[in-house]
């Protein structure tokens, strides 16, 4: 009989490392993989979009438990995910990257005695003010199995006393980007926003920069003052930040281009073609390496250091004076390294997953 793996999902970017891990299971008979969507992002374009993009299957469980304080948002996964876990019985429960999703996954794995592998594990910003490093910390603290993107999170899993444990494996979400080559086209509307020039592609949705006003003025008065255009996938939980402070992104439309989230081909496309990238998202910071671009990191600090260090992506804070001289300044390092694996991240999980289990 074959083995059952249980990934726990819940939020954009878990969609994309899911639709890589869906696929080398696929290649795998001996295991069979089921999903659960614990319903932590729910708006078409942040969820369906993707599903049907990489035609996932539907959910086999799907916890609808939306957007609540971060406290009753994990409390009610863990209270759900545990009659999951009871019912399908896993031989390995899968969670991904570092939400609330994330967290809530490991806690109810282990409430349950089940076997946890957590995939980018390793991965730390030193921070305990961002929400994303406490699950980061919960998820590690509690995995049997740590598949590790990059040597920096082997040296800091090694620091916290994790080795055995330890896969180095690469970055799983890029997986798909380096199947995918040359990419599936984009839509006529990406296409449309890419035409008119050079432009810097935004995406800012980092609790440190829409809950903090003056850090998202900060942010907005060098966007405003960008040399170069801005097109902006606006996430859900900006334009509720945007409306909370009275603010607004810029009126006339024609420097910066606001637009709802898009999916995922037609970022990568807006990415390849920009000047840049400016932005909080740790998943874009990825992408602008593979694709060549530089990122501008508007946020103290990152988790890929590799790709700071090789050059490709800057820190600028939440500083209008640094964000705009990083604009500037905008260049193409001549090094490229392969620092965040070569795309067979996904085989290298199936491989160990299979020697525990099969
Ligand atoms: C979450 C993750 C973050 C990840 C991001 C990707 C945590 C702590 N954060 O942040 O690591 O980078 O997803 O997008 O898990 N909302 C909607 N529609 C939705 C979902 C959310 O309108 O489908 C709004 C709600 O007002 C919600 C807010 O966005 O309160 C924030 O959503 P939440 O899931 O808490 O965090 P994200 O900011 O999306």
């Keep these: 009989m074959a083995a059952k793996i249980l990934s726990i999902v819940g939020a954009r970017p878990q969609f994309i490392k899911l639709a890589a891990m869906h696929r080398a299971l696929a290649s795998c008979p001996a ?23 990489f ?39 899968l969670i991904y990257g570092d ?13 349950r005695h089940l076997r946890l592998a957590h995939i980018e594990a390793g991965l730390r910003e030193f921070n305990r003010s961002v929400p994303e490093e406490i699950n980061k910390i919960i998820a590690d603290s509690l995995a049997d199995i740590h598949f590790a993107p990059t040597a920096t999170a082997v040296d800091n899993l090694a620091r916290e006393g994790h080795t055995d ?9 890029l997986d798909l980007l380096f199947a995918a080559q040359p990419m599936p086209a984009c839509t006529a509307a ?31 008065a060098a966007v405003r003052e960008s040399p170069y255009r801005v ?8 334009r509720l930040a945007l409306q909370r402070w009275s603010m607004a992104a810029d009126s006339t439309g024609e420097h910066i281009t606001v637009v709802d989230p898009l999916p995922f081909w037609d970022t ?22 593979f694709h060549q671009v530089p990122a501008i990191v508007i946020d103290d600090q990152t988790e890929w250091v590799e790709v700071v260090q090789e050059g490709w992506a800057h820190i600028a804070g939440a500083d209008t ?34 020697s525990l289990l099969t």
């Design 31 to 53: 295991l069979q993989h089921q999903i659960v969507h614990t319903g932590q992002h729910y708006d078409p374009n942040l969820s369906d979009q993707f599903f049907g993009e």
């Design 55 to 93: 035609a996932l299957p539907q959910p086999d469980f799907a916890l609808q438990v939306g957007s609540e304080s971060h406290n009753q948002q994990i409390g009610q996964m863990v209270q759900k995910l545990d009659t999951v876990l009871a019912t399908a019985k896993p031989d390995l429960v």
């Design 99 to 111: 939400t609330n999703s994330t967290a809530a996954g490991a806690v109810a794995a282990k409430k």
């Design 165 to 173: 444990s330890v896969v180095h494996c690469g970055d799983l979400s």
């Design 190 to 220: 990406a296409t449309h926003l890419m035409a008119t020039g050079p432009y810097v592609l935004l995406t800012c949705h980092r609790a440190a920069n829409t809950d903090d006003r003056s850090r998202l003025a900060a942010i907005l």
């Design 231 to 238: 097109i902006w996938p606006m996430h859900p939980r900006m």
């Design 268 to 289: 990568q496309h807006l990415i390849r073609l920009a000047h840049g990238t400016l932005t909080d998202s740790g998943g874009i910071i990825k992408e602008s390496y």
């Design 321 to 354: 004076t640094r964000i705009l001289s990083c604009l500037s300044g905008l260049e193409r390092p001549l090094q490229h390294g392969q620092s965040l694996g070569d795309g067979r991240a996904g085989i290298r999980i199936v491989e160990k997953i299979e």
